[in-house]
T-cell receptor, first 114, second 112 residues
């Protein structure tokens, strides 16, 4: 089935550790996105990528890093520099043309820092 | 930069009554507007979109939205609410540069 797969669904991390969240899509989409969602809050854009080997910072990129080496994959690393990383992380993809329409979302990864 | 605003944190309606969830937008150029729904601990599900054309857009699960350029609004509506419609609803705008921004969300509660 076509879609977006995020893993792991739940992740626990000790303070000071880096952690990488996986996002894979088989929709042949050019654009991919990472958002952060805190309890009772909206979605805040961390990074997005319009094409392989290119990405742009969103509103809250500090403490995060991404790579886009393959069209299908857009992993997010939460580094130890991120002061408050406990959150729900959502990955999405879309056709490259904005008129192509909507984003398709994965089921999310919940990161908890112990 | 483009943005959307959802002025209501919470909307409560009785089952069978019409519902409206409000959204206003700010963009330079043509707006590409979207509504999504989120259930607890899940990703976002697409409901409907406005790209161009008719101002009244019909979407999934009986939802519709009206694009109003003069009021810069894109309110979500449904003629008859169901208890199962209770969820978190997000309005979003996508610009020419593929930047996609979401509102803060509105929690809809439909009471039996």
């Amino acid at each position: 089935d076509g879609g977006i797969t995020q893993s792991p669904k739940y992740l626990f991390r000790k303070e000071g550790q880096n952690v990488t969240l996986s996002c894979e899509q088989n929709l042949n989409h050019d654009a991919m996105y990472w958002y952060r969602q805190d309890p009772g809050q909206g979605l805040r854009l961390i990074y997005y990528s319009q094409i392989v080997n290119d990405f742009q910072k969103g509103d809250i990129a500090e403490g995060y890093s991404v790579s886009r080496e393959k069209k299908e994959s857009f992993p997010l690393t939460v580094t130890s520099a991120q002061k408050n990383p406990t959150a729900f992380y959502l990955c999405a993809s879309a056709a490259g043309d904005p008129q192509g329409g909507e984003l398709f979302f994965g089921e999310g990864s919940r990161l908890t820092v112990l | 930069a483009q943005s959307v605003a959802q002025p209501e944190d919470q909307v409560n309606v009785a089952e069978g009554n019409p519902l409206t969830v409000k959204c206003t937008y700010s963009v330079s150029g043509n707006p590409y507007l979207f509504w999504y729904v989120q259930y607890p601990n899940r990703g976002l599900q697409f409901l409907l979109k406005y790209i161009t054309g008719d101002n009244l857009v019909k979407g999934s699960y009986g939802f519709e939205a009206e694009f109003n350029k003069s009021q810069t609004s894109f309110h979500l509506k449904k003629p008859s609410a169901l208890v199962s419609d209770s969820a978190l609803y997000f309005c979003a705008v996508r610009d020419w540069n593929n930047d996609m921004r979401f509102g803060a969300g509105t929690r809809l509660t439909v009471k039996p």
